[in-house]
């Protein structure tokens, strides 16, 4: 069928101004929206009393729920829509544990929360109408060992010089304080015939040779019978094969690369109870500044 030639006559338009938004509007919007969003208003807090290990948060008009419990304690919510977030902290006993009716449960470490954690704060949010919980912090009283987590809390001075604490744990500045206020770098001396050569320089690594304030050498016999100290310096020591008389039996000195070791001719280490080869000959400790 042809289509015929349109007659019709169109009614006038008229045109209308559209209202202008100004800055003052925009962020009128803008304070209305951040003050409807769950995520600022965290502030909204509410407190929910269990009964018989039973409690339903209801988010009408709240953002952050409390609960405290001291029995193992279910959970359910109401009044929350598509795209909110909430918030729940639960208080409970240690071994109390949490369980969630219409709502999935995603947090890590479950085994934590429900046979440790003391306090938990969950992220509770509606994503296509499926509620979720997600534990954001989880605090625990009890102190953390070497199988259990826990709270940490930091030694006093005083606690740390007494080594006799394993529930808290020590910072570098107290362990500094330990040391008296040292550090100490142990180093391989490596192979060392003492029978056939004086010295040895041993590598010490370390960046501010200045700071170095103490080297003690502890020497390994060829058959590994004994562990002998190599005098420091002008340090005096008892010979290790006449205890009682006191000799000089080695020396050292230090520079920018290498800590280097001597032993004293003819005295207790140049023997050929020291000359195995392919050997670690024992240690030195370098005690030095920070």
Do not use: C
């Not at 500045?173 to 320089?201: F, H, S």
């Not at 100290?229 to 230090?254: E, H, K, R």
Request: proline share 2%.
């Amino acid at each position: 069928m042809a289509v015929g030639n349109r007659t019709e006559t169109k009614a006038a338009v008229t045109a209308a101004l559209v209202p202008t938004l100004t800055l003052a509007n925009h962020i009128t919007l803008l304070n209305d929206s951040v003050n409807e969003s769950a995520v600022f208003r965290k502030d909204i807090i509410a407190t929910e009393t269990e009964a018989a290990g039973l409690v339903t948060i209801n988010y009408a008009n709240k953002d952050t729920a409390t609960v405290t419990t001291a029995v193992n304690l279910a959970v359910s919510f109401t009044n929350i829509e598509n795209g909110d977030v909430k918030y729940l902290s639960i208080t409970k006993g240690a071994t109390d544990t949490i369980s969630f009716t219409g709502a999935t449960d995603v947090s890590i470490r479950k085994d934590y929360i429900d046979g440790t954690a003391t306090l938990v704060v969950y992220e509770v949010f509606n994503k296509n109408g499926n509620i979720y919980v997600h534990s954001i912090n989880i605090d625990n009283s009890a102190p953390a060992s070497e199988t259990t987590q826990g709270g940490l809390e930091i030694a006093t001075t005083a606690e740390a010089q007494a080594l006799a604490l394993d529930t808290k744990i020590i910072t570098p500045n107290k362990l500094a304080d330990v040391n008296g206020g040292t550090l100490k770098k142990k180093v391989d001396i490596g192979d060392w015939d003492m029978n056939a050569t004086v010295i040895l320089a041993v590598t010490h690594s370390i960046g501010d040779w200045t700071k170095i304030i103490g080297v003690k050498a502890t020497i390994f016999a060829d058959d590994d019978s004994s562990l002998d100290p190599l005098s420091q310096d002008l340090f005096v020591a008892d010979n290790p094969g006449a205890f009682g008389t006191p000799v000089i039996t080695g020396a050292y000195a230090t520079n920018a690369t290498t800590i280097v070791l001597s032993r004293l001719t003819g005295g207790w280490y140049d023997s050929v109870e020291f000359d195995k080869t392919s050997y670690n000959r024992g240690y030195v400790v370098i005690e030095y500044l920070p």
